[in-house]
């Protein structure tokens, strides 16, 4: 959510930042309908004053035995002025939320400007690429050649973008996923949180996902909203809270099923597990002091480069450009994996600082030691990483010419001692 006060003290700025997005300017929009709020609060504010004084007239008139009629009348028709002005002045603010709701966050200072993934901007590399002796297979390739991945079965159960792992892929899924949090907990500081899996629609709107992408969520007959990511619950832990300035940063991690629609990527890796309705992810967020958020932004990032680098799996960071970034963020690093396979990059975690943009629609504020005044927090989130993605990272980086996979070490005590997933006779 934006602030209105600093529209309208810079106007010029919030268009500029749209005009990166490669978006309409909306100022003079946005400031005609707070003007028209405005003037219906205070024309509303000058009819009560009248209304009480003509009032008080009444009682006066009243009590020394005069005619009241025309006092009383000048009451019901200031009355009736009231009512008019607080329809304006309610129907004024519900535009005015509705569009500013829908506008996304403003990119920060640093981030490249471009229309969609080709400004992206690769700012770091890490890990060396295999040379196979043979052409590297596809993860589902691999998968369905060691009988442990089950595209047809998910689709008799739950049709297209679905999928059933068996014995070793399934023990991988849930190894991957133990792995992550011990290293983010342990090693990182990390608290681990169990959140809910279903929510309600404000908490949708407090990180972003309401009003503009409902359809890219799954919805019950009750109104709750299945998560796309555990980033949702995680960061609304903060919604409608003051926290103690002392208690920040805190940094919250949970391992959960995610379920997305996936409204807009028709054709879109319709084969294999890169693109599911519902994913295992390992999501991180931090609810940061604004002075610090850009450091935490950098830790966090590093937080899930961590895992790739203990896998051993090559990978690259890059800095997304202002027409590729998400809703909610003011900068985000996309770290991108190899899969040798497509023989391409492919994202495994976005690490997005989306400043106070959440905090406003969450009214998530902080408070300094001995002063009454409050801000907003910011609020960072990334994936610690999207498991399922590992999961075909390891499978295209560490198969063998025979079609087995053999493991990373770091992943053998959660394996039960397995070091190489064989094909099932």
């Known amino acids: ?12 700025a919030f268009d500029a930042g749209l005009r990166r997005r490669g978006l309409p300017l909306q100022s003079t929009e946005l400031l005609a309908l707070d003007a028209k709020r405005r003037a219906a609060q205070t024309r509303l504010q000058e009819l009560q004053q009248r209304r009480n004084e003509a009032s008080r007239r009444v ?13 009383m009348a000048e009451v019901a028709q200031l009355k009736d002025a009231m009512e008019a002005a607080t329809a304006e002045k309610v129907a004024a603010a519900a535009q005015l939320d509705e569009l500013i709701a829908a506008i ?14 080709e400004a992206n901007v690769e700012i770091r590399r890490h890990g060396q690429q295999r040379n196979f002796a043979f052409a590297p297979k596809q993860h589902f390739e691999v998968g369905e050649g060691l009988g442990l991945m089950d595209f047809e079965a998910a689709a008799r159960l739950s049709g297209a973008r679905f999928v059933v792992l068996r014995n070793e892929l399934a023990r991988l899924e849930r190894a ?7 290293l983010h907990t342990r090693e990182f ?7 809910p899996l279903l929510v309600r629609e404000h908490v949708m709107f407090g990180t972003g996902q309401l009003p503009k992408f409902k359809d890219d969520q799954f919805w019950t007959r009750e109104g709750f909203g299945l998560i796309p990511t555990a980033e949702v619950p ?29 409204a807009g990527a028709a054709g879109k890796d319709t084969r294999g597990m890169i693109r599911q309705h519902q994913f295992s992810k390992v999501e991180l967020v931090s609810i940061a002091h604004p002075d610090h958020s850009p450091a935490e932004h950098e830790r966090m990032t590093a937080c899930a480069e961590a895992v790739l ?3 051993d799996l090559p990978y690259r960071v890059m800095t997304l450009s202002t027409g590729d970034m998400g809703f909610s963020a003011q900068k985000t690093y996309d770290i991108e994996v190899w899969l040798p396979g497509q023989g391409a990059y492919r994202e495994i975690s976005s690490c997005s600082n989306c400043g106070d943009f959440q905090a406003r629609r969450m009214k998530a504020r902080f408070r300094k030691a001995g002063e009454k005044g409050t801000r907003f927090v910011h609020t ?3 994936s610690g990483l999207a498991v399922g993605r590992t999961m075909i990272a390891l499978l295209e980086n560490c198969q063998e010419a025979d079609g087995s996979v053999v493991l990373p070490d770091v992943l053998v005590p959660y394996m039960g001692g397995l070091k190489v997933i064989a094909r099932h006779v």
């Open 104 to 117: 996304p966050n403003l990119p920060a200072a640093d981030v490249p400007d471009g229309a969609d993934a």
């Open 234 to 262: 995680l960061t609304n832990l903060a919604a409608d809270q003051i926290l103690d300035e002392g208690a920040l940063p805190l940094r919250f991690t949970a391992y959960t099923p995610c379920f997305r629609s996936e």
């Open 309 to 311: 680098k203990r896998l």
């Open 189 to 195: 500081g990390y608290q681990e949180i169990l959140p």
């Open 380 to 382: 960072l989130n990334g």
């Open 176 to 182: 991957l996923g133990a792995f992550m949090l011990d």
């Open 59 to 71: 009682g006066a008139a009243k009590g020394k035995g005069e005619d009241a009629t025309a006092l």
């Open 1 to 12: 959510m934006h602030d209105l006060k600093s529209i309208r003290d810079d106007p010029a």
